[in-house]
């Protein structure tokens, strides 16, 4: 039986190596993509904080035909925290304790338990304050897993792609474009590329096209949406004689990004087939190419009637980050920084304000 002192040295011990990222871990992080792990005390998780957080990771994906969370919650108490279950890859740990703690803090740490892994901590002395914080910046635990996920996924498509579309996307633009290796069968036309991996279940398409740039005017909603119809009802035509693809008016979203450093215009929401019945979301990313003064657009779309979307269009959205323009061919992909980097301001209201 050890003494408490030797259980003491012990638990210091554990955690110096826990928190030494010098030592990488040796366990790969398990779970599946967009599943997080909630550890906080039932009576925090059974109150209106956890439905509060409920709430949170549960936000409907953007862009899609029904209703999908964002990341699938698995809940464990601190006490059931143990063995396999630290070794997932997306935890989030929730304490509240007024005895412990004066203020909210929010931080990351990447490879706690296993290699891959990423730890969101939320500490605070009450349940409130968190409430507070989390209603404030709703969306910031979806976003964050969800970057968290396409960085993986990407980071995966550096290492196995489809050659063939690579091969192509480069000798014909002039950019470099890794997505699902699954991804063979194509049509190339004169301005347009077109790739798809031809599945009975959840098809997965993707397309490349460039137009000149004429001015700041251009990356807006109404412009792109213009520019997709035109080109995309052009060149993909469907069963039926005069079908073809356009958007769905309603649902759209536009938000503007950085990618390899460089500004990016985001554009998602639905696609149909007019005169045919088939539809799904897509997600479009459009970059500027000032050495040769056009637009590169990048866009992937599903078509699976028959089950959910999330996944497949996330795993195309993925494959959209790796989308480099001349020059950037040699540059590292972008990557995901911890959460509370851009926080600590709005931090020191919630704090300043519980604190008054």
């Not at 059931?80 to 929010?106: A, C, H, P, Q, W």
């Not at 910031?140 to 690579?166: G, H, K, N, P, W």
């Not at 301005?191 to 990356?219: E, H």
């Not at 693809?245 to 007019?274: A, D, H, I, N």
């Amino acid at each position: 039986m050890k003494t408490p002192i030797l259980t003491l040295m012990a638990g210091l011990l554990l955690a110096l190596l826990g928190a030494c990222h010098s030592t990488p871990s040796v366990v790969t992080a398990t779970g599946m993509p967009y599943e997080v792990v909630v550890v906080a005390t039932p009576s925090n998780w059974n109150d209106t904080l956890g439905a509060v957080l409920k709430e949170e990771l549960r936000q409907p994906v953007h862009g899609l035909p029904q209703i999908e969370p964002s990341m699938r919650i698995t809940y464990v108490a601190p006490n059931d925290f143990n063995g396999l279950m630290t070794y997932v890859r997306n935890i989030l740990m929730v304490d509240i304790d007024e005895g412990k703690y004066t203020r909210l803090s929010l931080r990351t740490e990447k490879n706690r338990w296993a290699s891959g892994q990423t730890v969101v901590y939320f500490t605070a002395p009450n349940e409130s304050m968190l409430i507070d914080y989390l209603r404030l910046h709703q969306g910031i635990l979806t976003d964050y897993f969800t970057r968290l996920e396409m960085a993986r996924m990407a980071e995966v498509m550096q290492e196995t792609y489809s050659s063939r579309v690579m091969d192509k996307v480069k000798t014909k633009f002039d950019v470099m474009l890794n997505v699902p290796s699954d991804i063979t069968s194509d049509k190339d036309t004169a301005d347009f590329y077109w790739a798809s991996n031809n599945a009975n279940t959840g098809r997965m398409d993707v397309v490349v096209y460039t137009f000149p740039y004429t001015d700041a005017n251009t990356f807006s909603q109404e412009y792109f949406r213009a520019m997709r119809d035109s080109i995309l009802g052009a060149n993909i035509p469907g069963a039926f004689p005069n079908s073809h693809m356009t958007t769905v008016p309603f649902g759209l979203s536009y938000e503007v990004k950085k990618l390899q450093g460089k500004y990016c215009g985001v554009l998602r929401g639905l696609w149909k087939m007019e005169g045919d019945m088939m539809g799904g979301p897509f997600v479009s990313y459009a970059r500027l190419d000032e050495a040769n003064n056009r637009i590169v657009v990048a866009e992937g779309f599903v078509y699976a009637p028959e089950t959910d979307k999330r996944n497949y269009i996330r795993r195309l959205e993925a494959a959209l980050h790796t989308l480099r323009l001349p020059g950037e061919f040699d540059k590292p992909l972008d990557t995901v920084g911890d959460m509370n980097e851009n926080t600590q301001d709005e931090e020191q209201q919630i704090n300043g304000k519980k604190n008054d």
